[in-house]
């Protein structure tokens, strides 16, 4: 068998791959494949099984997967490009802004991102980049421009010390302004809205305008985030028909039972970014930063007990890249193994109306495939020690040992 070039198919006859002897789960809700195989051939998953059922063609190239545990392709749904390094996207020499999306993101196994909230002229010349072969990366969906109430975002030098380019935020205050601003938006070309639901130095954007924004947006069935900053927003923007809550929001407290009913009865999905307010809190008292802890905790909790849905989201570019951490909190919340696996898979391919093509590892589904070196199910921090992330059956990122 030949080697595998980073970012290239596979040389043989067919292009097929075969990923040979690890555990597969070939989704969250299935027990796992031991010693299987996933054959791949144009990209796309042609057959998985066991070893003892499936027969590896002569032809494929064999990545040696023994030891090793395979899952679907992972999610991050709240992700933004606004950091200083992705400005310019066009000009990045590619091999640097290859080692800049390996660090953020395909290093951890993500394969599709949603930015909800960056320049969306900039995001869409890293997508481009992406797209065309040039550089090794994600699947890319962006809001662009985050749409937000007059005060809502912080003064142009706390974005400077976040690291944050320059950018202008279209500010919306009124239903009329907020269906222009979002038409402007989708016109471009974005894949959803986002949305502040407050300010912290103004009036909240009204629930009329929200509606305006949402209507909007679902004519062209796509999807709206908010960004909440307390309980009340959490109501307001979800009886406005949002569609996913980008945060938990620890400062005003838990959420009551009037909140998780409304969010479940109108079927809203949480990024619970729970790793975010600990990391803005890390220069502050232990105790403050526990007490924060303990309530984001509680919140994703009871959301969870209630059955709702949770798309993985920790807010990168505004946090540390390493997602340990918000993995370890979703566990201290009750979730599963599997519940956040399918946080990372499932539930966003569903959500995001690409469960035909991706979130499980299935004949016909994108070869987006992340080998990890240890069994999650065993250890929850095993889903940041990736050994190969696959994008359309390439690998765009191998663990270097
Ligand atoms: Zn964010």
């Not at 540390?320 to 193994?337: N, V």
């Not at 499980?360 to 992340?370: F, N, T, W």
Request: aromatic share 6%.
């Amino acid at each position: 068998m030949g080697s595998v070039v980073l970012g290239q198919s596979p040389n043989s006859p067919h292009g097929d791959l075969a990923l040979v002897g690890g555990t597969i789960y070939v989704s969250p809700a299935e027990e796992p494949i031991r010693d299987g195989v996933v054959l791949i051939q144009g990209g796309k998953i042609l057959a998985v099984g066991s070893r003892a059922h499936l027969q590896v063609p002569q032809a494929a190239q064999v990545l040696d997967c023994s030891g090793l545990t395979i899952t679907a392709g992972f999610w991050n749904s709240h992700v933004h490009f606004f950091e200083r390094k992705w400005a310019n996207a066009a000009t990045i020499p590619a091999p640097e802004l290859s080692r800049q999306l390996q660090d953020m993101l395909t290093r951890y196994g993500f394969t599709s991102v949603f930015d909800i909230g960056s320049m969306w002229e900039n995001t869409r010349q890293l997508r481009g980049r992406i797209e065309s072969g040039e550089v090794p990366g994600p699947r890319i969906r962006s809001t662009g421009e985050a749409l937000v109430p007059p005060g809502a975002l912080p003064s142009e030098t706390v974005l400077n010390m976040m690291g944050v380019m320059k950018f202008p935020a279209p500010e919306i205050a009124d239903a009329a302004q907020a269906a222009a601003a979002s038409r402007k938006l989708l016109d471009e070309g974005v894949d959803g809205i986002k949305l502040f639901a407050s300010s912290p130095r103004g009036a909240p954007l009204p629930e009329s305008a929200m509606q305006a924004a949402v209507s909007e947006a679902h004519r062209l069935g796509k999807p709206v985030f908010v960004h909440t900053n307390t309980s009340a927003d959490v109501l307001a923007a979800v009886q406005a028909g949002v569609d996913i809550v980008a945060h938990t929001t620890p400062h005003s407290g838990p959420w009551d039972e009037r909140i998780l009913a409304a969010m479940k009865e109108r079927r809203v999905a949480l990024t619970p970014t729970l790793t975010l307010w600990k990391y803005y809190l890390r220069h502050d008292r232990v105790s403050a930063r526990e007490q924060i802890a303990d309530t984001e905790v509680g919140q994703l909790r009871a959301w969870v007990a209630a059955g709702g849905t949770v798309l993985f989201g920790n807010d990168l570019g505004a946090v540390e890249y390493d997602p340990t951490e918000e993995y370890a909190l979703m566990t201290e919340a009750g979730m599963s193994f599997r519940q956040i696996l399918a946080s990372l898979t499932t539930a966003p391919a569903e959500r995001f109306g690409e469960s035909k093509q991706l979130g499980r590892i299935a004949a016909g589904l994108q070869a987006d495939l992340v080998v990890l070196k240890e069994d999650p199910s065993r250890n929850i921090r095993a889903l940041t020690a990736v050994q190969y992330t696959l994008r359309d059956g390439k690998i765009i990122y191998r663990a270097s040992q």
